[in-house]
């Protein structure tokens, strides 16, 4: 079934340790998304990448990179994680970045840093 | 910086209507959307409006007014599956998505 997978489903993870999650499309899709989301803040748009080796920062970048090598990978890296980085962590997708694309959801990652 | 406001909560019963409102102000507008997204899972499109109106879709209609900066998402003959928050998203001038809290929605028997 072709969508967004997304790896692990959740995590545990110690204070200034590195973690790198995984997100992978199959739908050829230019354009993919991390976001962030927490209780009363909705989603908040962290990078994000138009097309295969470009990536642009989001609203909250701080503490996370991104790199993308191939059309179907979006890895986000949590170079030195903090307790604030606790939170469910979701990629999307869409065809473009233009004004009628729809963008799609991977299942998430709940990550918690402790 | 974008302003999207909707209820935080709102509680119907099986087989009533429900509208879920957005205001909204954003530099420059590119489309509203409506998405779902039950607990524990991902956001679901639901809708997309970029011109004024009322677009339908099955038991679900999405209306938008640009000149007021306004939306609202109309559930009809809820039923229990309906229950999920909603997340009204507004895509501004540069085509960035910014996505307001949601508005949880239970549907009481």
């Known amino acids: 079934i072709a969508g967004i997978t997304q790896a692990p489903t959740s995590q545990i993870l110690a204070a200034g340790r590195r973690m790198t999650l995984r997100c992978t499309q199959d739908?050829?899709?230019?354009?993919m998304y991390w976001y962030r989301q927490d209780l009363g803040l909705g989603l908040r748009l962290i990078h994000y990448s138009n097309t295969a080796g470009t990536t642009g920062k989001g609203e909250v970048p701080d503490g996370y990179s991104v790199s993308r090598a191939n059309t179907d990978d979006f890895p986000l890296t949590l170079a030195s994680a903090v307790p604030s980085q606790t939170s469910v962590y979701f990629c999307?997708?869409?065809?473009?970045?233009?004004?009628?694309?729809?963008?799609?959801f991977g299942p998430g990652t709940r990550l918690t840093v402790l | 910086g974008q302003n999207i406001d909707q209820p935080t909560e709102m509680t119907a019963t099986e087989g009533a209507i429900v509208q879920i409102n957005c205001t909204y102000q954003?530099?420059?507008?590119?489309?509203l959307f409506w998405y779902q997204q039950h607990a524990g899972e991902a956001p679901t499109f639901l809708s997309y409006n970029v011109l004024d109106g009322l677009e339908e879709k099955g038991r679900f209609s999405s209306f938008l007014s640009r000149s007021k900066g306004y939306s609202y998402l109309l559930l009809k003959e809820l039923q229990m599956k309906d229950s999920a928050s909603y997340l009204c998203a507004v895509r501004d001038g540069d085509y960035k998505l910014s996505f307001g809290a949601g508005t949880t929605v239970t549907v009481r028997a």
């Open positions: 999307a997708s869409s065809e473009d970045r233009g004004a009628t694309d729809t963008q799609y």
């Open positions: 954003t530099s420059g507008f590119n489309g």
């Open positions: 739908m050829r899709h230019n354009a």
